[in-house]
């Protein structure tokens, strides 16, 4: 059974910073996945089918995709010895305010626009983590 773990969100003044991680368990290689950080806004949690943001992605080899709303704020990160992914938040803002949550899916690299396009709930991930939640006062 594969588990990922979200811990680490909370509440910051804008302009400060988080880092939020996600532990994965089970029989799971941090390093034959992509992984990647979605964030789901008060918004998108009241729709229909409720949407989610995918703002960074790591892939295998490593290499690193932002969205461009946190590109130059955010930097996503792992530790393969400790199965364990990382987003380091700088300069955070009132609209950054969501639920985060890791994402897994069994490939070699991904596309964050493509991964968007394949729509909710699960746009074609393999595993997802429950969530941690990002407040940012103003």
């Known amino acids: 059974l594969v588990r990922l773990t979200e811990s680490g969100g909370g509440t910051v003044e804008a302009g400060g910073s988080l880092r939020i991680s996600c532990v994965a368990s089970?029989?799971?290689?941090?390093?034959?996945?992509?992984m990647i950080w979605f964030r789901q806004t008060p918004e998108m949690a009241r729709e229909a089918v409720p949407a989610?943001?995918?703002?960074?992605?790591?892939?295998?080899?490593?290499?690193?995709i932002y969205d461009e709303s946190v590109e130059g704020r955010f930097t996503i990160s792992k530790d393969n010895g400790a199965s364990t992914l990382y987003l380091q938040m700088n300069n955070l803002r009132p609209h950054d305010t969501a639920m985060y949550s890791c994402?897994?899916?069994?490939?070699?690299?991904?596309?964050?626009?493509?991964?968007?396009?394949?729509?909710?709930?699960?746009?074609?991930?393999?595993?997802w983590g429950q969530g941690t939640p990002v407040t940012v006062s103003p």
């Open positions: 994402a897994a899916v069994y490939s070699s690299s991904v596309v964050l626009g493509a991964i968007q396009g394949l729509g909710a709930p699960r746009y074609g991930m393999d595993y």
């Open positions: 989610r943001q995918a703002v960074a992605a790591i892939n295998s080899d490593g290499s690193t």
């Open positions: 089970g029989d799971f290689l941090t390093s034959t996945y992509c």
